[in-house]
């Protein structure tokens, strides 16, 4: 991690930005993206997932730097994308119900964008197709090696994968992995659980091959194994946090060297006694499905969260008198992702400076499609 200045994240302005907000870091987050692409060995190696950020500007900065595929879950996220130019977006959720419209509309509206999208059941794969007779859509076979949130298993896959290329309006072009599960500190037994998971969807894509004459693209990982598939040449791989970072993923995957390039901005706004203090950071201001601490305090590392309301962080800190409200604390958060989530705005630090906001473009459901 770059640690060239033990207070990187102060800014000479703090009045130019209300709290409690997200400050972010244009240097870090160009550090990040070349770091990852770096890492991956090359950007056509990438398929970066945007819901980290959500924000167009991002996404502009990544496809500058030759990323042209990306990851999504959200039709929101999807037309930001599409809007930015992206050439190939993945919708990496299984479109049921008004998102197989939605998604329909997308790719009329947006036909210099491919889309795709994931499917794990033959008849999810058959309303699919009955939508896009026009023009068939582009899928993904959804995999579950171990996470058990979605897919189905790799053993059980091909079946499916022959049915889905009798339907006429969808297009089976790959095999999607998400080892979430995996979180090992210890990047070797990450890399031999990542191995062992993968397995089962390295003889799928063999079977597929041998008995359908398909060679299937693969799309695996997230954060914590993506140094486990950058190991696989014939592997795209899919984090999404590197781009910010967050304390949860510097103190679980040691081994990637990614800047944090969002922190959090909070002020004191109450003294309680010579221990004990109040922030104006909320549940609603950082992402509260963890337990506390969630955040780490940079300027105040020894700072204890002790409970936490919709508005309000109480924290315990030795000598909690000499503060003052209004003082400036700043954060890194344990999960940034879905605090992202909670802002329709961020507020953009140059040089030590404040000097203005990017919007979280996809925070909502929705931009106008």
Request: glycine share 6%; net charge negative.
């Amino acid at each position: 991690m770059n640690t060239s200045s033990t207070d990187w994240y102060a800014v000479r302005n703090p009045d130019q930005a209300t709290s409690p907000t997200l400050l972010i870091y244009p240097d870090r987050v160009l550090y990040n993206i070349r770091e990852a692409i770096r890492m991956a060995g090359g950007a056509d190696r990438m398929r970066p997932h945007v819901k980290t950020h959500k924000m167009r500007t991002v996404s502009d900065m990544m496809l500058a730097e030759g990323i042209t595929r990306f990851k999504c879950a959200t039709i929101a996220e999807a037309e930001m994308l599409a809007q930015a130019g992206a050439p190939d977006v993945l919708l990496a959720y299984a479109a049921v119900g008004p998102a197989i419209a939605r998604l329909h509309q997308l790719q009329e509206t947006y036909p210099d964008t491919q889309f795709a999208c994931l499917t794990d059941h033959p008849d999810a794969a058959k309303a699919l197709s009955d939508a896009f007779t026009d023009q068939p859509l582009t899928v993904y076979i959804d995999l579950n090696v171990g996470m058990n949130r979605t897919g189905i298993k790799p053993e059980k896959a091909f079946d499916l994968i022959a049915y889905a290329r009798t339907l006429p309006g969808i297009r089976v072009a790959g095999l999607h992995a998400y080892d979430g599960h995996l979180r090992d500190t210890d990047l070797a037994e990450r890399i031999r659980k990542a191995d062992e998971a993968f397995a089962s969807v390295e003889a799928l894509r063999r079977q597929v091959l041998e008995q359908l004459d398909i060679d299937l693209l693969v799309v695996a990982g997230g954060t914590p194994t993506f140094p486990c598939h950058t190991r696989r040449p014939d592997v795209i791989t899919s984090p999404g946090t590197f781009v910010f970072w967050d304390a949860g993923y510097a103190a679980l995957t040691p081994d990637q060297a990614f800047d944090w390039a969002a922190v959090l901005m909070t002020r004191v706004i109450s003294i309680i006694d010579e221990q004990t203090l109040c922030l104006d950071l909320g549940h609603k201001a950082i992402a509260a499905e963890n337990p506390l601490p969630r955040v780490v305090f940079l300027n105040e590392p020894d700072a204890q969260p002790i409970g936490q309301s919709e508005e309000h962080m109480v924290v315990r800190i030795a000598g909690a008198d000499k503060f003052r409200p209004g003082d400036v604390w700043y954060g890194i958060p344990i999960h940034i992702c879905p605090t992202v989530a909670l802002y329709n705005s961020v507020f953009v630090v140059e040089n030590g400076e404040v000097i203005g906001t990017w919007e979280v473009t996809a925070r909502g459901r929705k931009l106008t499609i």
